[in-house]
């Protein structure tokens, strides 16, 4: 049975939060909020939870452009080849906040990823994903649930995501409203950033 879980973004309560993460750890599915749009994701490292994911999107998991939530900077070089010092400083000013960067991946992606070259990193500054994610102890991978086709409402609206997507994930985190402006995604790959797609994140960053 899906769950509708409340949680408030100044004070997210650890009983709530606990919740979440037992779902996560059982493979499931849960949709919460950002600085953004809410988004979709799953435990990185559950193979069984990544396909799932894939499938509602409708893509096959090695074609998939997930990218990982992370909590801070520090899980960075889990995922990602060394930086140089330009590339972490615009991290650093960005981060947390609502951009994706793209980074160039490197062996210890999971197996599922290993084809890969870059990754796309998120640490959104939101209480509630980022206390999720210290809590797992792992970034989660994710993806938005974002239509541009969409009456906004149904990727806002907390209730609403709830009646159209309980049939497919386990839970909804109730962290308020959401925006319908998605991530700024700057692809530092190849040294010199190139913004790939301006959204909520200030391009003048960089």
């Not at 947390?96 to 890969?116: A, D, Q, R, S, V």
């Not at 970034?139 to 995501?161: K, N």
């Amino acid at each position: 049975m899906p769950q509708f879980i409340k949680i408030y973004t100044q004070n997210p309560n650890e009983k709530e939060i606990a919740k979440v993460i037992k779902i996560l750890k059982d493979g499931g599915i849960i949709i919460y909020p950002t600085d953004t749009v809410y988004g979709m994701g799953c435990d990185i490292t559950n193979s069984r939870a990544l396909e799932r994911l894939a499938k509602i999107k409708g893509i096959k998991l090695d074609k998939a452009n997930f990218s990982f939530v992370c909590s801070d900077l520090s899980n960075l070089s889990d995922y990602v080849k060394q930086i140089d010092t330009s590339t972490f400083k615009i991290l650093k000013r960005a981060l947390p906040g609502p951009y994706t960067f793209i980074l160039p991946g490197n062996n210890n992606l999971p197996k599922e990823f290993k084809k890969k070259t870059t990754v796309g990193i998120r640490i959104p500054d939101n209480n509630i994903v980022l206390e999720i994610v210290r809590q797992l102890g792992n970034p989660i991978v994710t993806t938005s649930i974002h239509d541009e086709d969409e009456i906004i409402e149904y990727s806002t609206d907390p209730e609403l995501i709830f009646e159209k997507w309980q049939n497919l994930v386990d839970a909804v985190i109730d962290g308020g409203y959401g925006d319908n402006v998605p991530s700024t995604i700057i692809d530092l790959s190849e040294g010199e950033p190139v913004v790939v797609r301006e959204g909520k994140g200030d391009i003048d960053i960089i």
